[in-house]
């Protein structure tokens, strides 16, 4: 069973004003919009945050609907934009893995993988007993997911008060805020670079092929940091 005690600590570890739970609600204030412009019912728009959760994952299937994408185009865009994912997956399943936890409880927590709330844990895992870190981690996720739904629900219901400017400040919040994260957490040459590198590589690239830019400048941008971050260790 769930450890209620670490649980309701990592619910409540949401609040605060630097939490990312805030921007994460922002942005699906502007999604909720998104969706029933969309034509999604009420129903609909819960039921998608519900499954999909993360936030690029909705933006880009409502904008894939918006354009008459095929259903499977739709799938393998989303499938692809959420692969982001799996490196913070990694970094996370070996501060999480005790052996007295059922697999059940790590099954399950996969749902929760996200920016916002693996940010929340990363600040906080060190305070956690490593056994009680899974029922900590399914707390958090819990917390972000109902605020990413609760956050669907308002955006829907108030869309008809959001104009076309709110929206996009809106959606854009979340980005802003991680990218702020990102420069505070820029305290390892490899780090340090990858941001650097990825602001200046990301445009130019964006020239070439305005469709993989993003894709491209990231990659290229890791790699050499990586490597000169692995050079500058040795």
């Known amino acids: 069973m769930i450890n209620t005690k670490y649980f309701v600590k990592g619910f409540l570890s949401i609040k605060g004003v630097g939490s990312p739970a805030i921007a994460l609600g922002a942005s699906f204030i502007a999604i909720g919009a998104l969706l029933k412009n969309v034509g999604f019912t009420i129903q609909e728009s819960i039921f998608s945050t519900f499954l999909t959760y993360a936030l690029p994952g909705s933006l880009v299937m ?19 934009v959420n692969a982001r994912l799996y490196p913070m997956t990694v970094s996370l399943m070996p501060l999480l893995m005790h052996e007295s936890q059922p697999r059940w409880k790590y099954y399950l927590s996969c749902h929760f993988i996200a920016v916002s709330s693996w940010l929340i844990m990363k600040d906080n895992y060190t305070v956690i007993k490593k056994k009680n870190r899974i029922d900590f981690w399914i707390g958090i996720g819990t917390a972000t997911w109902f605020v990413a739904i ?11 008060y959001l104009n076309k400017d709110i929206l996009i400040g809106l959606a854009i919040i979340n980005p802003i805020y991680f990218t702020c994260m990102m420069v505070g957490a820029m305290k390892t040459v490899q780090i340090s670079l990858s941001v650097v590198l990825g602001a200046i ?10 469709e993989w830019s993003i894709l491209f400048g990231g990659f290229v941008a890791g790699t ?9 260790d040795r």
Do not use: R
Not at 62 to 80: D, T, Y
Not at 224 to 232: D, H, L, R, T
């Open 62 to 80: 409502a904008e894939s609907m918006l354009i008459g994408a095929s259903l499977i185009n739709i799938f393998i865009a989303v499938w692809l």
């Open 201 to 210: 590589l990301g445009p130019m690239f964006y020239f070439l092929s305005s």
């Open 224 to 232: 050499i940091a990586y490597f000169i971050g692995e050079f500058n």
């Open 150 to 160: 609760t956050s669907t629900i308002i955006g829907y219901v108030a869309s008809e």
